[in-house]
């Protein structure tokens, strides 16, 4: 599914945000990158969508090659990708509805299947009852979840997710972790960038470490392995 072969990111500044990182993660699994801030996970994020691209080494998901991508290419590249971000990135003047909605709309799906699609997607994430408030209406938990419906409603192979409850309180954190969860049970592939040391060790999911830029620690069934 994913293939990161001998990959660096060296910004303009000199920072090395990655260094010869080798990874494989496969169809359906649930992986979980800790390690401490500015150790390189959101770089590792944002290559997987191609909102950055290595200045060595390759990376593959699902044998396309993101770095040699044509930028025409990328947009086709991100249907089968869901993003989630910690600060949500909704845009405040469409409602609920008109959010999710439009990952559909920008790709040309008629208008009878984004209805349908963008309903039974709410419904999913328990938003059905939201779908004509505005983003500044809801709690954090409800943009959060907002989010996810976005980042789904393609049903996606790939779901990326950066601190996706870093400003969430613990019950509703736990919330969102149910929902990805399920998204996974579902065959979905979930990556998720996390300091959220409770979730990652009661989860037991894959945990792969990155410190200094590079894989520290890649466990099956991992823990958080950092004091928070």
């Given at each position: 599914?994913?293939?990161?072969?001998?990959?660096?990111?060296?910004?303009?500044?000199?920072?090395?945000?990655?260094?010869?990182?080798?990874?494989?993660?496969?169809?359906?699994?649930?992986?979980?990158?800790?390690?401490?801030?500015?150790?390189?996970?959101?770089?590792?994020?944002?290559?997987?969508?191609?909102?950055?691209?290595?200045?060595?080494?390759?990376?593959?998901?699902?044998?396309?090659?993101?770095?040699?991508?044509?930028?025409?290419?990328?947009?086709?590249?991100r249907r089968n990708i869901g993003v989630i971000f910690q600060d949500f990135k909704l845009l405040p003047n469409k409602t609920v509805f008109e959010n999710v909605a439009f990952a559909l709309e920008v790709i040309g799906v008629v208008k009878r299947?984004?209805?349908?699609?963008?309903?039974?997607?709410?419904?999913?994430?328990?938003?059905?009852?939201?779908?004509?408030?505005?983003?500044?209406?809801?709690?954090?938990?409800?943009?959060?979840?907002?989010?996810?419906?976005?980042?789904?409603?393609?049903?996606?192979?790939?779901?990326?997710?950066?601190?996706?409850?870093?400003?969430?309180?613990?019950?509703?954190?736990?919330?969102?972790?149910?929902?990805?969860?399920?998204?996974?049970?579902?065959?979905?592939?979930?990556?998720?960038?996390?300091?959220?040391?409770?979730?990652?060790?009661?989860?037991?999911?894959?945990?792969?470490?990155?410190?200094?830029?590079?894989?520290?620690?890649?466990?099956?069934?991992?823990?958080?392995?950092?004091?928070?």
């Amino acid at each position: 599914m994913i293939q990161l072969t001998n990959v660096s990111k060296i910004y303009p500044n000199g920072a090395r945000a990655l260094v010869d990182v080798n990874l494989k993660i496969g169809k359906g699994d649930f992986v979980f990158l800790v390690g401490p801030s500015g150790a390189g996970k959101s770089t590792l994020i944002r290559l997987l969508y191609r909102e950055e691209s290595p200045t060595r080494g390759q990376v593959q998901i699902n044998s396309k090659n993101l770095v040699r991508m044509k930028e025409r290419e990328v947009p086709y590249l991100r249907r089968n990708i869901g993003v989630i971000f910690q600060d949500f990135k909704l845009l405040p003047n469409k409602t609920v509805f008109e959010n999710v909605a439009f990952a559909l709309e920008v790709i040309g799906v008629v208008k009878r299947e984004v209805r349908s699609r963008t309903r039974a997607t709410l419904e999913l994430v328990g938003l059905a009852s939201k779908e004509t408030s505005y983003p500044h209406e809801l709690s954090g938990g409800e943009q959060q979840r907002v989010c996810v419906a976005r980042a789904i409603i393609n049903n996606p192979a790939l779901l990326v997710a950066d601190e996706p409850t870093g400003n969430l309180d613990p019950d509703t954190a736990w919330d969102i972790m149910d929902l990805l969860y399920n998204i996974n049970k579902r065959g979905t592939t979930i990556v998720m960038a996390t300091h959220a040391k409770s979730i990652v060790n009661k989860m037991q999911k894959r945990v792969i470490a990155i410190e200094n830029g590079k894989v520290a620690r890649d466990e099956e069934k991992g823990g958080y392995g950092y004091d928070t």
